[in-house]
């Protein structure tokens, strides 16, 4: 299992890296960020995963999400991965930022031309937490997994069909219900084909409403966004985890957009409500 | 005064705007970035200046500085201003990261072709200041400066000439001596001009010297700093504060670099100790 250091730095008493690797899933190179915080020799530090959203890479969180502090304090490693394959032979969708590179919708596609390489699922679920585990003092028993946006719907849905993995599961702004908006309708559409039932196990409300379950949610969501009312729609989420009794805490903060500018004021509140859940 | 709104977003309880104006110090288009804490209606805040380095915009503190928590625990507004001049109409030194554009190693330049544009002293201590009191809730009896780099350097020199005014100036890996290293000694001469004796008023080591004194500094400086020994010096500030009675705090910071990941974990540090020192 190679890894190649792109870079690192010292931060907040920590180490913040950039780590590549010939990933198998996605047949491409990707780029991942990593924070380990500082830590006594030999231990093993639980895991926060931060999904980024569309048009991003590992980076956008990496510079702006503010994590680092909150991480040092709470002893938490946060893992930032990429958001598509990248590369010259991936196929794209050229002047369309809300698909193919920068927009891989954490799923794994069934149609052509995207099924080759868009496996953001398995790469997340699967490929990447083994690299993690082997590379770094992570502790696998105690994951937690976050997101914003179409990270938000990576880190829900991931967090819910593997409830056995993620002790905890929050989002930042996230996109719901895919299936019943124009972003999530364009991509699975493409990405997975006309067949909406094969939508439901990437679509979060869909997922409760089939039956997966998660004892409990901490969204974010800022009124001032500009994609709450077409794409985001927390009030569907609300009323899944209602009837499904799900305790979910969505909170609407008054005058935030979609920017890090929102995400970076509530980082540290959500990597302390996962620290305190993975012990 | 105008001034135009390029954007606001909510952080943090606060606002994160960036502005433009017409300065006529450099005769240019300026943009600059200031946070604005929480705080009552009517209530005239202290302020926080930073001065970026080499290469920088007002944009990569805002994005990578990592103040704004502190800012709002100690309700200080935050004002980052460009590093030079900007526009077709300015003449620059391309492929020259450390000279022209993005390098105004906040002087008065005095040299053609420099001299009509590059006056970011003046902007500095005059233009900028006079508009963030107009149209901001600021308190302009309590002002503080620091800076990274080549703002380090202008922060120093800056608080150094103008005691009266900065009530408290701190740095991050200064430039504390330009007249000696190779960064200075290329910006002085082109900017000024081959006497030294008008370097003199540019070089904090060089205003000590020759009477300049505030009652204290803090310094932080990484100790993996690429810079650290060819442009960076800490070890003459020291002296020169020593022979001078000022009482420095220059912390050396072990294994980090000269990075935002450098800066951002000594951000909230700073932020407290100018607030301490603004009331």
């Not at 093993?44 to 590992?58: A, D």
């Not at 729609?233 to 209602?242: G, Y």
Request: glycine share 10%; proline share 5%.
């Amino acid at each position: 299992m190679t890894m190649e250091t792109v870079s690192e730095n010292k931060a907040f008493g920590g180490t913040q890296g950039v780590y590549s690797h010939a990933s198998e899933e996605t047949g491409t190179g990707m780029n991942f960020a990593v924070y380990v915080p500082p830590h006594a020799d030999g231990a093993k530090l639980p895991v926060l995963w931060f999904l980024s959203g569309l048009t991003c890479t590992h980076a956008n969180v990496m510079e702006k999400g503010e994590y680092r502090a909150a991480c040092a304090e709470h002893g938490v490693i946060l893992v930032a991965p990429d958001t598509s394959p990248r590369g010259d032979d991936v196929p794209d969708a050229e002047d369309e930022y809300d698909f193919g590179k920068g927009a891989g919708f954490y799923v794994d596609a069934t149609e052509e031309p995207w099924a080759k390489h868009y496996r953001m699922r398995s790469y997340i679920e699967r490929e990447l937490p083994e690299l993690i585990a082997a590379r770094f003092p992570a502790d696998m028993d105690r994951q937690g997994i976050t997101g914003h946006s179409m990270g938000g719907h990576g880190a829900l849905t991931i967090g819910l069909r593997n409830a056995d993995r993620f002790r905890s599961v929050s989002a930042f702004a996230p996109i719901v219900a895919p299936s019943q908006v124009p972003w999530g309708e364009k991509a699975l559409g493409r990405y997975l084909g006309d067949d909406r039932q094969a939508w439901r196990e990437y679509d979060a409300v869909a997922l409760i409403e089939d039956g997966a379950r998660v004892p409990e949610l901490l969204v974010d969501q800022g009124t001032a966004d500009q994609f709450l009312e077409e794409q985001l729609k927390p009030e569907l989420l609300a009323a899944a985890c209602k009837d499904a009794g799900i305790e979910a805490t969505i909170r609407m903060q008054e005058g935030y957009d979609h920017s890090y500018y929102f995400i970076s004021t509530f980082m540290a509140d959500h990597v302390a409500w996962h620290a305190a859940r993975l012990g």
